[in-house]
């Protein structure tokens, strides 16, 4: 929105910094920070009164977790409100991608706002059948995918209606975000065609998931998920300037750029957000953050084509989901588990560790795989 001010830089020349990406993304930072911190206590003292009772405790689960009774949940609501809030201000409203990625965003949120819904209700740590959780997600990543298609020929776009109308007009399989870039090498690509539906959405749906799986202890989350959008935000910024991405050897994504502008939102929202979950947490982010956000960052690495290399910025969200599904196919066939508790930071607390000891170190692993992706992208 405030792009338009542009507009009228020939009457005050300062209005041209809203030309500039970077600008722009530190505004949104600072922007849904300032909005998540100012409105937070107001938002927290209201979901502590709907609520009741708060998020249900698991009473399998680690001891220690008992003591956070009564924690209202579906924080992830603060979140989301400050980041749509910055990126509607900070975005380019012409850049399709920004109107997928929050697509994504907002319709992973709304599946697990549903879900924190019935587990609040029922006191039950169990929310709606995990297969019609896996079908919503699906769809919307599917369209997502589709989306992204179709706009990485339409890009750029003179208007909103533009790129709109562009989804009635037919286009190739052959479209560019249907390719497969591989790391470490210079100009190749696979093109998937229309199987890029499928890849696509897996990789959004499993970032999504992934995510929701490592939210279980406070803070766990919410540092990972900005060290990786800081990550892609660096990579959308590089994708989207034709300059940069010919030097780099990456593909050239038009329009992508702005994603750093939404990568700045959710930073802000989720420094934002820290402040009141930090511990002890005075507020869970739920489903409704985690999925969210999982979505986000999955959805970002496809538009930019970089979903290997999401796979080791987001290392930790793949080790927590594989240590799940370890746990429950070895649990399966042999009635014996390989951890003591699934995801793996609840292995950890059963070893002893105490919460902040696991929290911080898994913090520092976040934060070294994120730069070994980065690097990524001068060894070509």
Not at 17 to 33: D, M, V, W
Not at 45 to 72: C, M, V
Not at 178 to 206: D, E, K, Q, T
Not at 233 to 244: D, E, P, R, S, V
């Amino acid at each position: 929105m405030l792009t338009y001010l542009t507009e009228f830089s020939h009457l005050f020349g300062p209005l041209n910094l809203f030309r500039y990406i970077t600008f722009r993304a530190a505004g949104a930072t600072g922007t849904a920070l300032f909005f998540v911190f100012f409105f937070g206590p107001a938002i927290i003292s209201a979901l502590r009164l709907k609520q009741g009772k708060g998020q249900p405790i698991r009473s399998d689960g680690p001891e220690s977790h008992l003591a956070k009774k009564g924690t209202p949940t579906m924080g992830g609501l603060m979140i989301l409100a400050g980041l749509v809030v910055s990126t509607a201000l900070w975005a380019n409203p012409k850049s399709a991608y920004v109107w997928i990625v929050m697509f994504v965003t907002i319709g992973f949120g709304a599946i697990g706002f549903y879900d924190d819904y019935l587990k609040v209700t029922k006191q039950s740590h169990v929310g709606f059948s995990g297969r019609a959780r896996l079908g919503g997600e699906a769809v919307i990543a599917l369209l997502a995918c589709y989306f992204m298609m179709a706009a990485s020929v339409t890009q750029p776009v003179a208007s909103l209606a533009d790129f709109l109308s562009a989804f009635a007009a037919p286009f190739y399989a052959d479209a560019p975000a249907a390719r497969l870039a591989l790391p470490f090498m210079s100009g190749f690509a696979i093109n998937l065609g229309w199987w890029f539906l499928g890849f696509g959405a897996i990789v959004v749906v499993g970032s999504g998931n992934a995510v929701n799986m490592t939210d279980g202890l406070d803070g766990l989350a919410i540092v990972p998920s900005m060290i990786a959008a800081g990550a892609f935000a660096t990579i959308a910024y590089l994708a989207g300037n034709l300059i940069f991405a010919s030097y780099l050897g990456i593909n050239y994504v038009s329009g992508a750029g702005e994603l750093a502008v939404v990568c700045g939102a959710l930073i802000g929202a989720g420094l934002g957000f820290l402040w009141f979950n930090a511990p002890p947490a005075q507020i869970f982010m739920g489903d409704t953050g985690s999925l969210a956000l999982g979505g986000l960052i999955g959805s970002v690495a496809v538009v930019v084509k970089h979903e290997i290399v999401l796979a080791i910025v987001g290392g930790l969200f793949v080790v927590e989901a594989m240590s799940v599904i370890i746990q429950v196919f070895w649990y399966k066939r042999t009635g014996k588990r390989v951890f003591l508790m699934a995801p793996i930071h609840h292995h950890f607390e059963k070893l002893g560790w105490s919460e902040p000891q696991i929290v911080i170190r898994f913090w520092i692993i976040s934060f070294v795989l994120a730069l070994i992706g980065l690097a990524t992208l001068k060894v070509r």
